[in-house]
């Protein structure tokens, strides 16, 4: 029997997406007022979009809410379900809220440079010794178990796992809607209550009435265009570029035993690899953003100018750059070597790539789940053998290359300096 | 002559308030790029608010760009008005996107503690050594001073200083579309497109066509409601109690010789009354916050508690409380004391008040500028005069009382403990 | 026992205010494609409104929809409340779409010349033969009666009546935001989702809970807004002076024996006063445009002048006027006359007067009832004593007085023309 | 020199899609005053689509002035360009506001069925002896000639034929922003604003700045959405059947020597194919309508059946049908017949059909012009060879086809019916 305790009066949040958030048990509440799950206040939904759409100032902890309250939605339609009950309703407004909880700040970077995953943290966070533990096996004891494979997509019950993991998850439509909301971005409107109305359980999965399919189709359209008007956009992703190489920088300077000014405490644990979840948890954006502030002093010109470009937002400039283009990059990064400007830390390639939506490929890396349209004769279709829309993007991985440079660095630069003619001559022509 | 050199080509930024904030002189350019301007990316616009509206996570960078944006849209309409010029057009511009450039981390409560005015730091940061004064002191030399006088109301032409300070000002605007947008409360909507179209200026002021007066009337109550639902929520107020609380015991043990765990170098000067520039501009939110953190793991039990409360929002609870009751007051002081809780951090009393709308009393500590309606005789009437809404609420000052104690403690006391018996009282009677 | 079927599945229709409309009842359903229902299509919301605000062409049927909506969310709380039965769900949905079924077109003007009152027909459409009470009558034999006594606010359970008929009712918060969205105003807009979550039933009435008093106090102001902007606007009410002169002409007409051109059957029984059930429905907004266009070719000339004006949009200008000033009244009905200009049809006083709140006034011609506000306590507190907004409007009447006359008839006069100096010089005063 | 005055103060229109309209030049405001403009006020913008989506209520008049506002703030653009002048901007904002003004109430069934075209009516408006060609006169001789072959594509300057007549011009930029908001769906939404800033003028055609390629893309998308969405939509084209039978039915009776109860004076001229512009321009929706209903009364038992339905709503059902069906058709054909229904009137197939976007296909019957990008390096590059989202769907002509058919009368058939047996037959193999 499940321990589940309604709240005296429904509780509610503001939300500029949903209208209300609603909480009517006091497991979602308690979960939601645990150290960790507060902690996503101090963790930016899109990193550093917000140097590039300063609206997007928005965290980690109202996105978490608002893909709770989509499952809220959805699993309304399911009561009365086959073997849909009390347990499986707590267990799918759980993993919604918690799916994100072992993020870190600027996830996606940190990760990269510091071989972490937050999806391990995530696991620990549910498991191990926290508050947000503790609320969790109030419940039952197994209760924490099955949400950490509810979020690790091992779970058995396949229909709940699809809720936040599949291609037209709660995660995915919330964090559409609300990035297009707070960057004021009109591409990522869709129309979320009618796709909620057409959802139904089917089998191991969520499925879509076929009369809703403009309906998803709106919906890919949008993810499509949110990621490359907004999630890959080209100055978000210079921002992005500094950071790493600050991170790069700093673990370096740790690695060769220079003598920091200010401390670095803080991350210590992440430089020798063998990161607990007490410091992973104390880490969170202001405390990055405090040490680059302080960095800025530093004696090492690299590490100083980094977080000087970063807090102050002098970024740097980018062109197209196809990495195939061997020969004009190696003369490049000779050039710039031969200015004394690092290539390692100032010549940077990026690139960005996405697949919009696919269907089933067995045997792949990831194995997607395609989308089901339910016919009214009871037929399950895949989604881009009924959609022309959707079937001329899917499975089409598209690419985009960049390169950064400090363009101050190079202005100034004499005229005759290889490195400045190179990099004109490539701006004029647009990047290659 | 001035010296206004065009950008190239027009920028923009995508706001979600305005839409497109449009910048066309290199002017505007660079003070947005310097590194002053951008640190109030790192200053939120409304303090603990988001600790009750948690997707009020905007800053004071994006306030500054709508006042900026306002301003340049209402201008539009004075070309051609007698000594309007090129010069009037560059200050009115200058001074909206710098007139909150002073603000610090949690500005009201951190200055009342300090006793600091965010408007010297503005000051200082527009006449002193920054990238600020340098960009304006490239249009002329005595801009930057013309921009300070504008900001301190002091400049003698009055109609650009109405622009930003007076009771329908471009910083009132954007503050009320944008922390309704962002907290997602419908309050503080207002036609502004229609606001816009009926502004002319008439000799110092800007003054209102009678036939827009309907949409002043819907701004003035916009005002009124987002004051109460909003800016004075008893939640966020529950917060910036915890934040004063804080920012007081930590001066009380600087000065007591206590040692900190965490040095505490980005206060010292606050602490002893002699701040500079420099230091005042490298403390933003993403400071605080650390320390904040840090301070968890003083000794000091007091300092320790009151920042996990606000780290991890554990906040007071409140009840109304008359301050005129003094009996009950004194009661609860000593039955805290008795049970050990500090009253002079854990039993607060809060007040809030506002005027929405005041026409001019002569000789008052603030004098406020009223709204005048220009009718299409020619005359001016003072708002109050024609709106029976306006005159309800003109002048009238309203003030709310609230009482903060943590709750979590008291409910840990026995049954016979006074400090409890008298507060679920009190409770009990929904406050005095 | 209640005869109710539920649809198979749930009908919706899309809905711009409202977003989506739900019909899960045969009886709503079967409703809504009655004839009689049908026919609201052809009647606008807001009569001659369309002609000041282009978009606001929207039906009564689009309106009525929404009223069944909003009151189908509010009573979605009542259930398990004592006395709350499927009976009165259905009572309270049938009377929130047919509150209204009774209108006919540009209702006010009609019943005003014809001394109708469309509340007689809404009780005849209900208790009559037609569809909409073969419908109903299949669910209880007494359930068109009970429908018609609702309407008529002598039903028993006041609660059911205070849904439509309030001064918070589901009537004025579809229309408020309706009329708000399809001129495309913003004062209409006002929190619902709020004011719906906050309402309670309490014996004989919806209460609200006092924590939503701001949500209140905001839809008070939003009406009082619409009222002075939108449905009091001058340019409508002069298309509307028209609209009621074309009426008393051809009644006039009529009763003198003019020969028409074109036959008025559709309008014979209002001329003669025994309107009959059927003659009353066939008459809709296209019949009168039908006849207004043809009119235009009659050889009356005030027929045919006012008739041309209403089609083509030559309106009436206007001034204030007011009605005191009995000797420049009396100046200018005799100078019209002796330009041969019916003062009759061609200058007109129109008054206009609105009270947007009121508390209870014992004895007076239309009791109100008051809104109150729950306290946590229990208690009940009319609201004009908590909100000083509302107190600072309630049971003031305001009143508005223009003249209306055809400006292009007296610019053709000569400029000895008293009657031309009369006009002339009181518009330059701005009227009196 | 033209003749262009312009007014003493701006005038503006609330629009709820672009929030005003603004009128400067007398022209303008004295074309929307004349009565052959004031006419499409009594013409929908989506004819039978009210009945669909009952929001779906605006008229042409409203789109009318929306077409006319964006290539106002289009051209406000070209100041400066060569060969752009105050003729050209005159000749473009009246061709926008008159570009709809021949069309006739529920246009494209009503031409059909009396073979007419709408634009031979706008020609004649335009040069014939109206109120329009009237104002448009006094501008210059040869202005309304102009004006004509510019909204019949014939006018030399292309760039001003692009305007209103392209695949990306403000025609369609207004429908779908004004069809989505007046029906409430979301699909239709763009961000015009962008794609206003992106348009340059180039040579014969306004071009899209690259940087604003995914803006078009989602436009592309939005028309794509909306025409399976709402305007082919099954239920408003079973009203369409319908409609286009009543007007079969009533030409075939006048033909046939019938005598109606109701004389068809405002139709005779189109029964008898000698259409003036005096008995075009007196049609309009109202006229429509009042027929239709009085035609419920006439003795013919096929027209008085089908006004009936059209007048209260009683719509054919439908199904998919495929045309290649031949011997189903017919066994269905015999099978009406059989029973006395005439399937001529009772069993209709319909198409529609729609080409989202084509490049030019030199030779074919309607020779697209391709929307092109302007690269930052001054090449043009037509848009499907740089989205492949838009090649995707680029010249693929998707058709739908329905088969309409009266389920009342169906099921009122015997079990033993052959006709009722193939249709529920049909039905439930969810049509062929």
Chains 1, 2, 3, 4 share one sequence.
Not at 8 to 27: A, G, M, N, Q, T
Not at 107 to 136: M, P, W, Y
Not at 159 to 165: D, F, T
Request: aromatic share 12%; glycine share 6%; net charge negative.
């Amino acid at each position: 029997m499940v321990n589940n305790t309604k709240l005296h009066e429904e509780k509610v949040f503001k939300d500029p997406v949903h209208r209300y958030i609603h909480v009517r048990d006091s497991l979602i509440w308690d979960l939601i007022g645990t150290k960790e799950f507060q902690r996503l206040r101090r963790i930016r939904q899109l990193g550093t979009t917000y140097l590039t759409f300063h609206g997007a100032e928005h965290s980690r902890f109202s996105h978490s809410l608002g893909v709770y309250e989509i499952v809220r939605r959805i699993i309304g339609n399911f009561e009365g379900f086959p073997g849909w009950n009390e347990e499986e309703r707590l267990l799918s407004l759980s993993a919604a809220l918690l799916h994100d909880v072992g993020h870190g700040p600027f996830s996606h970077t940190f990760e990269k440079v510091f071989h972490l995953d937050h999806e391990d943290f995530t696991r620990q966070i549910i498991l191990g010794d926290t508050e947000v533990n503790a609320v969790l096996s109030k419940v039952k004891s197994d209760f924490p178990q099955k949400i950490s494979d509810i979020i690790a997509k091992t779970y058995e019950n396949k229909l709940i796992v699809s809720l936040i993991s599949s291609q037209i998850d709660a995660d995915r439509m919330d964090y559409l809607l609300r990035d297009a909301y707070f960057t004021g971005v009109s591409y990522g409107q869709f129309d979320i209550e009618r796709i909620l109305r057409v959802m139904r359980p089917w089998e191991e999965q969520v499925v879509i009435k076929s009369s809703g399919m403009h309906a998803v189709e709106d919906y890919i359209m949008s993810r499509y265009q949110m990621y490359w008007q907004v999630y890959f956009h080209p100055v978000s992703r210079s921002a992005e570029v500094i950071l790493r190489k600050i991170l790069h920088r700093v673990k370096f300077l740790a690695e060769s035993g220079y003598s920091f000014k200010k401390k670095t405490d803080a991350f210590n644990s992440f430089f020798y690899g063998n990161v607990g979840l007490r410091e992973y948890l104390k880490l969170d954006e202001s405390i990055m953003l405090y040490y680059f502030q302080a960095w800025q002093e530093e004696p090492d010109p690299i590490l100083s100018d980094l977080c000087n470009r970063f807090i102050n937002r002098k970024l740097f400039k980018y062109m197209e750059f196809n990495p195939m283009n061997v020969k004009e990059w190696l003369a490049l990064h000779e050039a710039f070597e031969n200015e004394g400007i690092d290539p390692d830390y100032y010549l940077v390639l990026d690139s960005s790539s996405d697949l919009p939506y696919d269907f089933y490929r067995p045997g792949e890396e990831e194995e997607r789940i395609p989308i089901y349209l339910l016919k009214p004769n009871g037929e399950r279709r895949e989604l881009s053998r009924e959609s022309e829309v959707v079937e001329a993007i899917s499975g089409k991985k598209r690419t985009d290359h960049k390169l950064y440079f400090p363009m101050d660095l190079i202005e100034d630069l004499s005229s005759t300096s290889t490195a400045k003619q190179l990099i004109v001559d490539l701006l004029k022509r647009g990047g290659i």
